[in-house]
Nanobody
C-alpha cells in the first residue's frame, strides 16, 4: 500500500506563489510516476503535471506551462509542485497521485489540499 499526503495549499492572491508537497510512504518508488491533479467544484479532475520517480520527462498541462514546476526529492520521498503566477482559475483541490503501470492509471491518491486564488 502507498500512502500519499499533500500539504501546502492555502489562500493566495492572484500572481502569488505556493509550493505543494506530497509525502509518500509505504512502498519503494523506483518504478513510480508521480502526478499532480486538480479538481474544481463541478468540473472533472484534470492532470496538472507528472514526473517519473527516476530521471525522465515531465509533463505539464498547457494551462500551467511556464508557471508550475514539478520536482521530487527522492531522499525525502516527496514530490513538489511549485506554483507561480497563480490565477483565479487555478483554484481547485490539488491531489497527488502515483502510478506503477506502463500507461499510468494513478492507482494511489492522496487526500487533496485546497488551493484558492483570489482576484
Amino acid at each position: 500500500q502507498v500512502q500519499l499526503v499533500e500539504s501546502g495549499g492555502g489562500l493566495v492572491q492572484a500572481g502569488g506563489s505556493l509550493r505543494l508537497s506530497c509525502a509518500a510512504s509505504g512502498r519503494t518508488f523506483s518504478n513510480f510516476r508521480l502526478g499532480w491533479f486538480r479538481q474544481a467544484p463541478g468540473k472533472e479532475r484534470d492532470k496538472v503535471a507528472t514526473i517519473p520517480w527516476s530521471d525522465g520527462s515531465t509533463y505539464y498541462a498547457d494551462s500551467v506551462k511556464g508557471r508550475f514546476t514539478i520536482s521530487r526529492d527522492i531522499a525525502k520521498n516527496t514530490v513538489y509542485l511549485q506554483m507561480n503566477g497563480l490565477k483565479p482559475e487555478d483554484t481547485a483541490v490539488y491531489y497527488c497521485a502515483a502510478s506503477v503501470t506502463p500507461i499510468p492509471r494513478y492507482e494511489y491518491w492522496g487526500q487533496g489540499t485546497q488551493v484558492t486564488v483570489s482576484s
